[in-house]
C-alpha cells in the first residue's frame, strides 16, 4: 500500500523558513518522480517542486530562489526546505508521487498534507 506523510508544518512568521518532510513507503521511492504541491485556502491545487528521474529538482516560478526540493532514496524521504516565507504561502502542502520517473507524467498518489501558516 502506497503511503506518503508529510510533516514540518506549523505557523510561521514572515519572512522565517520551515522545512517539510515525506516519508514514502510501498513504492519502489527511486523510480519514480516525487512532487510538492500546495491548496492555499479558496485557491486550487499549486504544483511548487518536483524530482523526476534526471535527479535534477524543477520549481514553480512562484518559489523558486526560496523554495528547494531534495529527496533521499536510501530513506525514501522527500523535503521540501521553505525560506523568506509570506503570507501568500499560507497553504496545505502534499507530497505527491509520480506515475513514473517523468516528472511529466502527472501525480498519482498523494499524502494528508501538512499545514502551513505564515503569520506575525
Known amino acids: 500500500e502506497v503511503q506518503l506523510v508529510e510533516s514540518g508544518g506549523g505557523l510561521v512568521q514572515p519572512g522565517g523558513s520551515l522545512r517539510l518532510s515525506c516519508a514514502a513507503s510501498g513504492f519502489t521511492f527511486s523510480s519514480v518522480s516525487m512532487n510538492w504541491v500546495r491548496q492555499a485556502p479558496g485557491k486550487g491545487l499549486e504544483w511548487l517542486s518536483g524530482?523526476?528521474?534526471?535527479?535534477?529538482?524543477r520549481h514553480a516560478d512562484s518559489v523558486r530562489g526560496r523554495f528547494t526540493i531534495s529527496r533521499d532514496n536510501a530513506k525514501n524521504t522527500l523535503w521540501l526546505q521553505m525560506n523568506n516565507l509570506t503570507s501568500e504561502d499560507t497553504a496545505v502542502y502534499y507530497c505527491?508521487?509520480?506515475?513514473?520517473?517523468?516528472?511529466?507524467?502527472?501525480?498519482?498518489?498523494w499524502g494528508k498534507g501538512t499545514l502551513v501558516i505564515v503569520s506575525s
Open positions: 524530482f523526476g528521474g534526471d535527479k535534477i529538482g
Open positions: 505527491a508521487k509520480g506515475y513514473s520517473n517523468l516528472l511529466s507524467s502527472g501525480m498519482d498518489y
